[in-house]
């Protein structure tokens, strides 16, 4: 490695038990390797400068059960306070890449062409996150067979779908129990974007990690993949 490199955040995954897991490396001169889980659930591991990838990797595979629970914790604080999303009347709001003006009535979730209504205000946050889920797992089980046509007999098995309301990942994979989490948020984006997101999730059944083999074979299946994603930078 060069010594450029020292001190410089690395973004790395792994797989942790089955489950895909993204985190920050960072070469210090320090004696100890140290691993932190921030609330948000982002893994960042700090390492001296003569610890090799491979034992950086074994470190974490040693504190696999640690780095999850972590995670999951944090998923659980996202859930049971989700980011507040912009539920006051006549604020813009997007579905599926259009922009629409929020409205308030005695019906919800009715979408005309430039307004989309929802029963509120009190519950209007609720009311247009379970929209935006509702609308993303119809979306994501219609795109579903398409992707794993593409992918013929080639999967170790049939992937579960999932939908939550995430702040770091798009999506996530684990391999082991292979079951696919959505970002419900992807329903604010042009439908292009959730097709490309399921589209790198079900390729790591094949490739857990980002090596060159996993870009083959998603941009094998997914031409298209670095265009649709560019909204989600």
Known sequence: MSPKQY???????????????????????????????????????SIPRWV?????????????????AGQARAAQRQESHPLELPTREGNRV?????????RF??????????????????????A????????????????????????????????????????SRWGSCNTKSRQITLNTRLAEYPPTALLAVLYHEVTHLLCPDHSQAFYRQLLLRCPRYREWTEVLK
């Open 7 to 45: 001190g410089k955040p690395q973004q790395k995954t792994v797989s942790l038990l089955g489950e895909r897991v993204s985190y920050t490396l960072t070469r210090k001169a320090v004696k100890n390797l140290n691993l932190r889980i921030s609330r948000e659930g982002k893994v960042s591991l």
């Open 52 to 68: 090799s990838q491979a034992q950086a990797e074994a470190f974490l595979q040693a504190k696999a059960e640690f780095i999850l």
């Open 94 to 102: 997007f579905l599926w890449g259009r922009p629409y003006v929020l």
């Open 105 to 126: 009535g005695e019906r919800a979730e009715i979408v005309s062409e430039e307004s989309l209504w929802l029963k509120g205000p009190e519950s209007a946050e609720k």
């Open 128 to 167: 247009l996150q379970e929209l935006y889920r509702l609308q993303c797992r119809v979306k994501a089980e219609e795109y579903l067979p398409e992707v794993l046509e593409d992918f013929a007999d080639a999967l170790p098995g049939l992937p579960t779908l999932r939908y939550r309301r995430m702040t």
